[in-house]
């Protein structure tokens, strides 16, 4: 499975910014999918989560009210909504593939996107 990330940028606090995540599989639309980011010098950490069906959906205190993860299943792509941009989103965004275990471990996810960044200016 491939999962590419795009849609990253230099956005001023207080914007917003669309991130997508294309995957290679058609079985994309079977697995639960989630948004990582990693802050430099920081622990890779979870954003958000979706399951496969988009019923769920669960965020990380931080971005709860400014994120919004969704998906397309018939074009097999993971989105994140990033509204109301803070300094401290600055980070390198992932998208993964669930596999096994609690949703907001890294450990639980089996397959990467390669990573897009977002820096956010004050």
């Known amino acids: 499975v491939q999962l590419q990330a795009s849609g990253g940028g230099l956005v001023q606090a207080g914007g917003s910014l669309r991130l997508s995540c294309a995957a290679s599989e058609r079985t994309f639309g079977s697995y639960d999918m989630a948004w990582f980011r990693q802050a430099s010098g920081k622990e890779r950490a979870f954003v958000a989560r979706i399951t496969w069906t988009g019923a769920i959906t669960n965020y990380d205190d931080s971005v709860k009210g400014r994120f919004t993860i969704s998906r397309d299943n018939a074009k097999n792509t993971l989105y994140l909504q990033m509204n109301n941009v803070q300094p401290e989103d600055t980070a390198r965004y992932y998208c993964?593939?669930?596999?096994?275990?609690?949703?907001?471990?890294?450990?639980?996810?089996?397959?990467w996107g390669q990573g897009t960044e977002v820096t956010v200016s004050s």
């Open positions: 993964a593939q669930y596999y096994s275990g609690t949703y907001t471990s890294s450990a639980s996810y089996l397959y």
